[in-house]
């Protein structure tokens, strides 16, 4: 879809269970600034998007977590809209369940076929994986959602390694991954419906960060342990213990009891991972948390690990994180609150 000065209707979903605060009034907000700051002086130029919330009722409305908003119409009296914003949304322990909005999906259903773009923010993508327009196609959303997604919605191919995925015969599904996500959202909305420039003055404005290339950097290693396999699971336990991680595959499987090839087997079987990726997975674990909390050089922190090489551990630290060690340190190592101490200095004084 070309970008276009006509005029956009823009529905953002509100229903229950969802943050009022991040992102819906986030979304909201960024459209409207948006708008003010690229019509500038031209007061009576034409709008660029008409936004309104919507839900299955209008009305009060008390997101998850107990900020009030108000829903401007129902979905039953809005027949078509150009855009729908699916924000994200908070989920009990079950995790998600079907058939809870069922005139929800159907109005996104119908909004598909009317020509709408259907866009999500971190969990919104499961209310629109209900829809079942995601079948047999591919979408991301937060990591910690990953087990019931793939539990209600097998035929939908989860990307949890990527930010932003577009998808459908028209590029008309927009699905971003977690929490504040929704930043790259809206900006990719704007740069689609006004221009790259716009949406690249609008970012510049709100300090957003724009073109975050991947979630990896953030997502968290979180094995598979509970897979019945009791020689894998004791391996697992004594590598989570373990100070180094320096072990060879035959130690492990000797460990286990297992001639290797079996060993190989069962543990990719059971964890979904071979032995050889699962290490390397624990040991870039082990070096996020050094490189965050220490200002350790990276070469002993990489033989902390494991690695006698520097340019092993640097190879290998870059194809799980898609960041270089140096590259993590600077965009995830822990604020002090004394900003004036150097981090090696911060952290021996914490």
């Not at 020509?115 to 959303?141: I, K, M, P, S, V």
């Not at 040991?283 to 996020?288: L, P």
Request: with cysteine.
């Amino acid at each position: 879809m070309q970008a276009t000065s006509a005029t956009k209707h823009v529905s953002i979903m509100a229903v229950p269970g969802m943050s009022t605060g991040t992102p819906i009034n986030g979304l909201y907000e960024t459209l409207a600034l948006g708008q003010a700051l690229l019509n500038g002086e031209r007061p009576d130029a034409p709008a660029l998007f008409e936004v309104e919330i919507v839900g299955a009722q209008a009305g009060g409305f008390v997101g998850a977590c107990g900020l009030p908003l108000q829903v401007h119409r129902s979905v039953a009296d809005v027949a078509q809209t150009d855009i729908v914003l699916i924000p994200s949304m908070f989920l009990a322990e079950e995790g998600w369940v079907k058939g809870r909005q069922p005139e929800v999906v159907d109005w996104l259903r119908r909004q598909h076929e009317g020509g709408a773009d259907l866009c999500t923010a971190c969990a919104g993508a499961l209310l629109l994986a209900e829809t079942g327009l995601l079948d047999g196609r591919e979408t991301t959303t937060h990591w910690a959602f990953a087990d019931t997604f793939r539990r209600n919605f097998p035929q939908v191919r989860l990307r949890l390694e990527e930010l932003l995925v577009v998808g459908g015969p028209r590029g008309e599904f927009v699905m971003s991954g977690a929490a504040s996500s929704w930043q790259d959202l809206i900006l990719y909305v704007i740069a689609r419906h006004v221009s790259p420039r716009a949406a690249q003055s609008v970012g510049k404005f709100l300090l957003f960060q724009w073109n975050t290339p991947s979630q990896v950097p953030f997502m968290p290693f979180t094995p598979q342990t509970d897979h019945g396999d009791g020689a894998i699971r004791a391996v697992q336990d004594y590598l989570r213990g373990d100070a180094r991680l320096d072990h060879s595959i035959d130690d492990l499987a000797e460990k286990a009891g297992l001639p290797r090839a079996t060993f190989n087997r069962r543990f990719a079987r059971a964890t979904g991972h071979a032995p050889i990726a699962y290490l390397q997975r624990l040991r870039v674990e082990k070096a996020k948390a050094l490189l965050e909390e220490t200002g350790q050089a990276i070469e002993e922190i990489g033989w902390q690990v494991g690695y006698e090489e520097a340019a092993a551990f640097r190879r290998i630290f870059r194809k799980v994180t898609r960041l270089t060690p140096g590259e993590y340190r600077r965009k995830f190592q822990l604020i002090r609150a004394d900003r004036s101490l150097p981090a090696g200095e911060a952290a021996a004084t914490a």
